[in-house]
């Protein structure tokens, strides 16, 4: 029985082993949403970069996603870069031809925690179905370190075949409204 649990232990062991750095990478907790939908971004940031901690973390917004809105951190300072959208899109009966392209918190993450970054935003009809949409992530560290999550698959390539992948969010249909 002691045999049995003690090679219990060690696949369990092994397998968090071989978890990790998957799990190292900045993420999109919702990892799907509908066009034409408002999507509650939730970032994970899951470590600092070799060993420093995280000071500030960049967010690009994609185009086609309008009407962003950062949820401040406490102890952390938010800004936000507007700028021209690629096209005026209609919001709800309002006109829009600029917003949010970009997020910035700063602050301090100690490479030994674990935390989230928040935004809602309207990811627009512009949007294909079963495209993937992504959001390019900087995370600067002490020491002049950074982890640039930013790469995009090529086609017929995914996120696992990249070290730094950006967060991707998989684009479902539109839901029909009455």
Do not use: N
């Not at 002691?2 to 397998?15: D, P, S």
């Not at 899951?46 to 951190?73: F, N, Q, Y």
């Not at 970054?117 to 370190?145: H, I």
Request: glycine share 8%.
């Amino acid at each position: 029985m002691t045999t049995t649990l003690l090679r219990g232990v060690l696949a369990a062991a092994a397998l968090l082993a071989l978890a990790g750095p998957a799990l190292a990478h900045t993420t999109l907790e919702a990892q799907q949403a509908p066009a034409a939908s408002t999507y509650k971004a939730v970032l994970r940031v899951g470590h600092g970069c070799e060993g420093a901690p995280t000071l500030k973390l960049r967010v690009r917004i994609p185009d086609g996603v309008i009407s962003v809105k950062p949820m401040p951190k406490p102890g952390w300072e938010l800004e936000t870069v507007k700028a021209p959208y690629g096209k005026t899109y209609d919001y709800y009966g309002t006109a829009m031809s600029e917003g949010v392209r970009e997020i910035v918190w700063t602050g301090k993450l100690p490479d030994e925690h674990y935390d989230e970054f928040v935004f809602r935003a309207y990811l627009t009809d512009s949007l294909k179905p079963d495209a993937m949409l992504y959001f390019p992530v900087v995370q600067e560290c002490s020491g002049g370190k950074a982890d640039r999550w930013i790469e995009i698959p090529a086609e017929g390539k995914s996120a696992g075949d990249y070290q730094y992948p950006a967060p991707g969010l998989k684009l479902l249909p539109a839901k029909a409204t009455h």
